[in-house]
């Protein structure tokens, strides 16, 4: 007999061990995102947008990638911050 899958809320809770793994991956990813879309809508090349982040090229790949397990939220605020944005966290009720 075939065990049934457990049903999880995001993709990220499915990865994650822990709630709070699975928040970290959420930050991470949304800041990802964001980062991404302002590397896009700048038409930025993966050289410039390293220069203009304070990265390498292969870091810039690896985030327009969506590789999150190879960022910290704190490299991602960094980055963000180095593009002229300011991060705010939210905490809301789960």
């Known amino acids: 007999m075939k065990a049934k899958a457990k049903p999880y809320a995001s993709v990220w ?3 994650a061990d822990t709630p709070a ?3 970290n991956l959420r930050a991470r990813a949304d800041l990802m995102r964001q980062i991404t879309a302002i590397i896009h ?3 930025w090349k993966q050289v410039e ?3 203009r982040c304070g990265v390498t090229q292969p870091r810039i790949n690896d985030l327009l990638r969506g590789k999150v397990s ?3 939220l704190d490299a991602l605020v960094n ?3 180095a593009l002229g944005r300011r ?3 939210a905490v809301e009720a789960a």
Request: proline share 0%.
């Open 21 to 23: 793994e699975a928040a």
């Open 70 to 72: 190879r960022f910290s």
């Open 41 to 43: 809508d700048h038409g």
């Open 79 to 81: 980055i963000a911050t």
């Open 49 to 51: 947008a390293a220069q």
């Open 13 to 15: 809770d499915a990865l």
């Open 87 to 89: 991060v705010s966290v």
